[in-house]
């Protein structure tokens, strides 16, 4: 039964054709583009830009700065198993660089989402060993339109799941909607 399902997953992203860079240097908003396209026709809810914690820090974020997250996918499916998924886009290589010497932060990710991924176009990773070990990585490429190429699978974590979060994510959404 599962099997069918996915086939019929798949062909409703046949249905669909993936997204063309809006200008010769891709932007965000077209890896944005290109994470919809892969996630949202398996019921994966895509929500930009999302914060660590919204209004007043809670006590054990105090002192810390809020932090962001380019894209996050929550699954809506049992068989997905409701994973979170959290993106970051670099866009330049030495933002990407500039990142990854600075472990802490995207700490926060890795204690509220299963899966961290990076994407970024073609150059800007190197190599799958520049990406940190609790993240994957997703290379994006031109092809018909801009597809996202799994170059490094991301692990899966054990998130926990908090008011902090399910309050963040449904201010995100409704900021997007209005």
Known sequence: MMERQ????????????????????????????????????????????VCSFQGFPPEWEAGKARRRIDVVVVETWPSRDYLRRAFEIKIERSDFLREIRNPDKFAWVLTRFHEFWYVAPSGVIKSEEEVPEQAGWFELVRRRGLVLVRRKKAPRLSPETDDVLVATLIHALVRRSR
């Open 6 to 49: 996915f086939d019929f997953m798949e062909d409703a992203q046949k249905e669909q054709e993936p997204p063309v860079a809006t200008t010769d240097k891709i932007t965000v908003e077209d890896a944005v583009e290109a994470i919809r396209y892969k996630y949202e026709s398996y019921g994966g809810v895509v929500i930009p830009e």
